[in-house]
């Protein structure tokens, strides 16, 4: 079973950056569909950005396209970069993986995710 554990969230002022990383063991990160999903105080989670395991399209949400960078980084770690951060980026992260074909909202396997604070 793939277990997934982020790392790099903090506080940053607005117009700052923060990269943040996923690492994960139990099952190889080959062939699977990777993202990034956030949690904003009292809103639902939403998908940020997504990779998916067949080709095609990445997917980035409007408000990432251009701020925020989804990359492998390893054999078993991928990292999502985020730059000129704004106080509604504050969320809880979370990295995901599945063997879903595409990327479409949600995934299987969670980490327990990350706190990003970005102060005004």
């Known amino acids: 079973q793939l277990r997934l554990v982020e790392s790099g969230g903090g506080l940053v002022q607005t117009g700052g950056s923060l990269t943040l990383s996923c690492a994960t063991s139990?099952?190889?990160?080959?062939?699977?569909?990777i993202g990034w999903f956030r949690q904003p105080p009292g809103e639902r989670r939403e998908g940020v950005v997504c990779?998916?395991?067949?080709?095609?399209?990445w997917y980035y949400a409007p408000y990432a396209k251009g701020r925020f960078t989804i990359a492998r980084t390893g054999k078993d770690t991928f990292m999502l970069q985020m730059n000129s951060l704004r106080p509604d980026d504050t969320a809880e992260y979370t990295c995901a993986a599945s063997e879903r074909d595409a990327c479409n909202g949600t995934s299987d396997s969670w980490g327990q995710g990350t706190q990003v604070s970005v102060s005004s």
């Open positions: 990779i998916p395991r067949i080709g095609g399209d």
């Open positions: 139990g099952d190889t990160l080959d062939g699977k569909t």
